[in-house]
């Protein structure tokens, strides 16, 4: 029997990930693993052309080659749409391909030669169709329409009328900016780009699938959203939602990517032609062809202000390339753009997003899903606002930053505003101010993000030889959910975590989890593993009443022992299970999808150094400062803001997934560049902590906050250092150095 000791608190205690043995000694078992007796390897054949009609396809000579078991093209799944909300992606394209990279055909075979070798064999005729490549073009009356049948397809916010290839036109915000532009003293009209990033995670797309002996499809999948994902599969058959099973397997990181079907529903297809498990495993060329990366933008910014700095209006239209498909984002729409406006307290704003069809990659979602723009668009833009009324960039900020009591730029009026305090610990952190060498420069940048909703379900069990047990929904996908939620076990029920086992439910199990994302597992998963250990404290004194023969309200449940209120006699809860001869459990389900009274704020100062010979531009230092309320696992948290301000450098000095003609040419590790830990510069945290927070433990989010700001802090430290701005990502050498030149000579 174990001894669960009471030992303090574990909540906030920088404890290691629970998940971790397992990873790095190899026991833990990814998709890939997963071998069932009889699995065939599937394959899909790629277009190479961005648009195209499909005039024929001969599959003859891959279907005699020994050891194939299943050929399948577009017209065996003719009509079946996918997608995580909007069903508009084929599960093989029928009659024309609308990117270089879509699937045409598919085979599963007894090994991965086998099938690679049928995918060579099917013979393709295509006829070469004119490509809508840029959205700007493509938004343009007269463009040919990328999805004709749209107006047929499911899952759109504002069912279209007709075709077009604007899907998606979102507009936020609160006032008048007409009226506000005509009030300002000034007005500062500019153009910003973003590019392609992938999330760059180390496990690949990668799916097991077979329908097992009562006619369920058993699923594995590298996907952080089963219960969506198990949804999602009933929608396009029309099936039942119990002839589908997810099953756990763990998740080799996510940043946003692993929410999408991706290979699922074709690998469910061809499990069902083979009558064999069948396991699909994307490479790198395909992950880079034909995954989901954050979208490139085009983005149109317009600020009024007075002259003495103060924001009256402020309008941006952003335009987003979503590729040729729609289907992998979640809401369809890039809610994070909304935030183009800042933690500002600017009375007229007008924020449009809009997304736009092409012939390219299918974009989706990536931390912070349309945020990292906005916080470019909109930090970078009021660096430039300051430089031409002539004021400090810190200043304007300064001056605008919301208070207490005020709105946003999106009317939101949020509990324990930290902005000020947050901004003024990065720039003291940072050495704003402090003199500088020649070609050194500094930039300050905000942003915000108030913690995701959602639904999650927990059970504690305890056990009469001392063992806990935490049961879950949640697919965790690296972040340390499993560790958060067993910390606050633990600290209310006084045990180690040591003694908390873990079970991980599958699908079916309970009615829903929302799964992993939107930076909502802090706030969800903590406090419905709260709930859950107040229903198995109720149930405990319950059986303890019964045992000791008193009333359950003469009894407490205090530092990990049961006590009765008029004697104060302990006994240990292990001890009273064993002597009613049982154990007990609690449940818990939570569901909060609103907006939170509260959000999280943070600041960064980038310092950079630039050579005005070459252009190259060095991170000297990243300092960052989050508004976090009370953190869970110090440990953790830290490893959040690292990995985040990481992603962050990477989307504003070097990661770009390049398209031309429609055909990704960044298709490995060698030409699509990551930082490397000689990228990385010194990274000084600060946090400030408060009581402002969401649930019993005031908990805010931070997995996606640290990369929002970054990219515009490094540019304005970039302009600070050398007298030019970069308004197109990356900020590379060759940018800078053109810039250089173009500068006027004074």
Known sequence: MTTPN????????????????????????????????????????????????IVSID?????????????????DVRGVLYGRRLRDVPVLAWDHVRFTGERVAAVAAED??????????????????????????????????????????????????EPSNVFIHSTWGKGNVDEGFVEADVVVENTFTTPRQHQAYLESHTCVVWIDEDGIAQIWASNKAPYSLRQQMSDFSDLPLDRFQVNF??????????GSPMEIPLCYYLALKSERPVKMVMDYVDEFTAANPRHAST????TGVKRDGTLVAHHVRGIFDSGAYGAFKPGVNLMGFSHAGGPYRTPNVKVEGIQVYTNNIPCGHMRGPGEPQAAFVMESQLDLVARELGIDPLEIRRKNVVRAGDDDALGHTFQGINIRETMEAAVKAGEYGKPKAPNVGRGLALGDRPPGGGQSTAAITLNPDGSVLLSTPIFEQGTGTYTLELQVVGEELGVSIDHIGLE?????????????????????????????????????????AQYLAVPVDSLVFTDGTVRRRDTGESYNWYELLQGA????????????????????????VAEVSVDPDTGQVKLLSLSTAHDVGKIVNPIGHQGQINGGAMQGIGYALMEELAVEDGRV????????????????????????????????????????????????????????????????LPITAEKVYRALQEKPYL
């Open 59 to 75: 599959t003859t000579a891959a279907k005699a080659l020994p050891g194939v078991y299943a050929v399948l093209t577009g017209d």
């Open 249 to 258: 397997a763990t998740i080799g990181g996510d940043f946003g990517g692993k």
């Open 665 to 728: 040419t960044t298709l490995t590790f060698g030409d699509y560049k990551i930082p490397t830990i000689a990228d990385i510069p010194e990274l000084r945290t600060v946090l400030v902590e408060s009581e402002s927070g969401v649930g019993p433990y005031n908990v805010k989010s931070i997995g996606e906050n640290a990369t929002i700001p970054v990219a515009a802090a490094i540019a304005n430290a970039v302009e600070d250092a050398v007298g030019v701005r970069i308004k197109d």
């Open 504 to 544: 991980i439910w599958r699908t079916g199990t309970v009615d829903f989890d929302s799964g992993v994302g939107g930076s909502r597992v802090t706030r969800i998963g903590t406090q419905v593993a709260y709930a859950a250990t107040q229903e198995v404290k109720s149930e405990l004194l319950k059986v303890a």
């Open 6 to 53: 009471a030992h303090g608190h574990v909540f906030g205690q920088p404890l290691g990930r629970v998940d971790g043995p397992d990873k790095v000694t190899g026991k833990a078992r990814y998709s890939a693993d997963i071998n069932l007796p009889g699995t065939l390897w599937g394959k899909s054949l790629r277009s190479p052309y961005p648009h195209a009609r």
């Open 581 to 604: 001869g049982h154990s007990v459990t609690g449940k818990a389900e939570f569901q909060d999808t609103s907006l939170p009274p509260v959000t999280a704020y943070v600041a960064q």
């Open 299 to 302: 983005m149109y910014v317009k």
């Open 112 to 161: 991965e030669d086998i099938a690679q070798a049928a995918i060579d064999l099917i013979e393709v005729d295509y006829e070469e169709l004119p490509a809508q490549l840029d959205p700007l073009e493509a938004m343009k009356d007269g463009a040919p329409f990328i999805h004709p049948d749209m107006v047929s397809y499911v899952g759109y916010p504002q069912p279209p009328q």
